[in-house]
């Protein structure tokens, strides 16, 4: 469990900071300075002896302690609590990643790294609800139609499920190495060497504010005609064409795009001969969870 102590102070210090235009604040935690520890909850009334039926006849009852229900009871507060502990933490972190420099991400986890168990507990529970999860199609492109010598960067990886999945080398980069699979880094600055891959793939993970420095770090990695492959939330892309007039400024050509799903659009791009041009100012929407 994350130290939210910590947690809230971070959260105060970067709502002290300007917003990039656009973007929501965070939202205050509803259990700041209340007293109550179930904001929300009206309290029920007490049942009084006398409104019981067996309570004048037999006099007071006797005390009974039913160790094993009030402990229970005790349990499933405990658990609710860290439940809306833990979703207020998501969200909080989920809009930083999204509305922030990458390299206050990187801060973030530095400073706190148990935030990320947090976030990727979070994520986990998100993409269980999706009726299909973009890295899973990704992994049956990969198998069915790049060869097994095809080196990979997984780019924002999470915790490395392409890398387990299929027969290519994948080099899996994330935030923090939540396993060994993992290298930590922030993918604006990737320790790879310029053409080494042959495909480069972001899977939901484009989510700095500055994510056009990491498309541009695809671009350095792939070696010439190496894939881009991007699946991005659909709701995110509000701006197009400003996003094809980026990419091809970037210098990359579309070559395939798949809007099939309903929460995700997949990109396919090719790196281009063409040298990269000046780049559109364009933004991607932030893709934040409303608290339930
Ligand atoms: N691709 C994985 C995880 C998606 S969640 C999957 O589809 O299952 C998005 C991931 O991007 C998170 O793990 C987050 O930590 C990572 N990420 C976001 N910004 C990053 C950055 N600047 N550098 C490295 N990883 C980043």
Redesign the pocket.
Known sequence: MADFAALFDRKRKLEAEPMPAGAKAPKRQSTEGQASPEPGKKKKKKKKNEHQPDAQHAGPRPKVTDASSSSAKGDRRQQRMAAQLAGASFRYINET?YTRP?EE??ELFRDEPRL?EA??EG?RLQ?ARWPQ???QLIAEWLKATQPRTSVVA??????A??AASVPQRVHS????ACNERVTA????HVPLGAQTVHVAVF???L??SNFVD?LGEAHRLLKPHGILKI?EVSSRITDAEGWDRLLHALGFDEVARDSSNTHFVLFDYVKSDRPSASLPAVALKPCVYKKR
């Open positions: 990643l990458s991400a990187v990320y976030y990727h994520f993409a999860r973009p890295v997984d780019l924002g990886c999470g915790d499920e392409l980069f994330d935030l923090v880094c922030d993918i604006a899977c939901l993970a989510m700095g990491f699946a």
